[in-house]
C-alpha cells in the first residue's frame, strides 16, 4: 500500500484525465460528469475539430503540449534527470490528420499511464516532490483551457 500522499496525488490526477471514478461519490475539482477529464473532453474531436484556431493556438497543440510536459516529468523520474525541453517546439502543432491526433492522443495516455505506475515507486526529494505536485497543477491548468476551448467550438456551432 501506497502513502496517503502518494494514494492522493494519483487521485487526483486520475480525475483531470480520466473524470471522476464511477460510481461518482466525489470530485474534487472537475464536475461529476463522466467525460470531464481530459481524455472524455477530446475523445469526441475529429482531427479536423482538434486543428481549429481558438484563441491562437489549437487543441492538437493543448493536447501534445500535456503529453511533452508529462514526457519531461517521466523521463526524471525514470532516467533520473530532466531533459533540455524546448517549450516553443511544444506548441509547434497546428494542423493534424486522422492518424497523428489518434497518436497525439495515444502517446498522451501513454505517458499518463507512466507517470502512474511510476509514483509507487518514487525515491522522494524536495525536487521530485516538487515536480509531481508541478506537473498535476500544469495538467489541471490545461484541463481548464482544453474544457474553455471545447465550450468556444460548441458556443461557435450555434
Do not use: C
Not at 492538437?60 to 532516467?79: F, K, S
Not at 511544444?90 to 501513454?110: A, F, M, P, T
Request: net charge negative.
Amino acid at each position: 500500500m501506497n502513502h496517503p500522499l502518494e494514494a492522493g496525488l494519483k487521485r487526483i490526477l486520475q480525475e483531470a484525465f480520466e473524470g471522476p471514478p464511477k460510481p461518482v461519490t466525489v470530485s474534487y475539482f472537475t464536475n461529476t460528469k463522466s467525460d470531464s477529464g481530459i481524455f472524455g473532453g477530446l475523445s469526441h474531436l475529429t482531427a479536423a475539430d482538434a486543428s481549429k484556431q481558438i484563441y491562437g493556438t489549437s487543441l492538437a497543440a493543448h493536447t501534445d503540449h500535456v503529453r511533452y510536459h508529462m514526457w519531461g516529468t517521466n523521463e526524471w523520474l525514470y532516467e533520473g534527470t530532466f531533459p533540455t525541453m524546448d517549450w516553443n517546439k511544444s506548441w509547434g502543432i497546428q494542423r493534424v490528420s486522422e492518424d497523428e491526433w489518434l497518436s497525439i492522443q495515444e502517446g498522451l495516455k501513454n505517458e499518463y499511464h507512466r507517470l502512474l505506475k511510476k509514483i509507487d515507486h518514487i525515491q522522494w526529494t524536495d525536487d521530485l516532490a516538487n515536480e509531481l505536485v508541478g506537473s498535476l497543477a500544469h495538467s489541471a491548468y490545461h484541463l481548464g483551457a482544453i474544457q474553455q476551448m471545447l465550450k468556444t467550438m460548441k458556443d461557435q456551432v450555434k
